[in-house]
């Protein structure tokens, strides 16, 4: 609203009061405070500090809150990235772990293989399991076509599996010594005592056939006999768990020493003999022939003991 619009009565006021300003302007730009500061100079201050604080405060408070919130983004995806590598890296982890395990159970059938080269045997990965429960059968990638036939023993460096039972292409069945249906020839490691080594379909296994007078102990090795015509003599088939008797032979249970319920790869023996590097040595060399003569076309002198070679080829199993 102009001077012109005020009403007539209030313009004298106005006029007094706009006069009374500029004198105090007047009077502010003239009077002069401590250190040479005039008054209107002392008076902006005071008006326009607490503005400038107000403002400084808010400005710093918005930008703070900003750069609070750029970081916080900021932190989300750094944290998203890490979570992100460290499930990459996890994974890789696992997956050198799996290699590593592998390599060794290889290395193993490999050094087992090496020290039996003289014994025809081939490697298997098993590829399935029979999904009944009462049933304790896998299968393995070799077949027909590999030459197995039925009743060859599997086994894998630590102890016996079981044997194949049916053959097909390229895959086999194989029963494993823990089923029911499956019977192993076996003796005591110290004492030779014979007994028969049969499956409950549980992990544990059943030596039978053992009188109650025999001094069994937890820990007893239990070794293949030889005489169930498939596994050779002496190869590791477990140990004693506990003993107790029994109506009419003594209760023996025993830990198996293959892992069964990790099995991977595994050996097929082609024939039946005994491997040199079993759990109770076999004698270097053969009895001396009763003939009292070479071989023909031998130059082995008469009398000489001859060291027992295999066959190269494994013979027909029934």
Do not use: C
């Amino acid at each position: 609203m102009s001077m012109m619009e005020l009403p007539s009565r209030q313009r004298p006021l106005t006029l007094l009061a706009i006069v009374i300003g500029l004198q105090v302007l007047l009077l502010a730009f003239q009077i002069k405070r401590d250190h040479d500061v005039r008054l209107v100079r002392v008076w902006a201050v005071d008006i326009l500090t607490p503005l400038q604080r107000s403002g400084t405060w808010m400005i710093s408070s918005v930008h703070g809150v900003w750069e609070h919130y750029i970081d916080l983004r900021r932190t989300g995806v750094e944290n998203d990235r890490l979570h992100s590598e460290l499930g990459r890296l996890q994974l890789r982890n696992r997956e050198l772990e799996s290699r590593a395990v592998e390599a060794d159970r290889l290395s193993a059938l490999l050094g087992f293989r090496s020290a039996n080269s003289n014994v025809p045997m081939i490697a298997a990965q098993v590829i399935g399991a029979n999904a009944d429960a009462s049933s304790r059968t896998i299968f393995i990638n070799r077949g027909d076509q590999d030459r197995l036939r039925k009743n060859m023993a599997v086994i894998t460096p630590d102890g016996i599996v079981g044997k194949v039972v049916e053959v097909y292409q390229d895959t086999s069945q194989v029963l494993l010594i823990t089923d029911r249906e499956s019977g192993v020839g076996a003796l005591f490691s110290g004492s030779r005592t014979h007994g028969v080594i049969k499956g409950l379909s549980e992990p544990y296994l059943l030596m039978d056939y053992v009188i109650n007078e025999e001094k069994v102990t937890p820990g007893q090795e239990i070794l293949t006999s030889g005489e169930d015509q498939i596994f050779p003599k002496d190869l590791l088939i477990g140990t004693v768990v506990r003993s107790k008797n029994g109506n009419p032979f003594a209760v023996i249970n025993v830990r198996p020493a293959a892992r069964l319920d990790r099995l991977e790869e595994v050996l097929v023996l082609l024939s039946k003999h005994d491997t040199p590097n079993q759990k109770k040595a076999e004698p270097a060399v053969a009895p001396v022939p009763t003939t009292g003569a070479a071989t023909p076309g031998s130059a082995t002198p008469p009398g000489t003991p001859v060291a027992p070679k295999l066959p190269a080829t494994a013979p027909e199993h029934p």
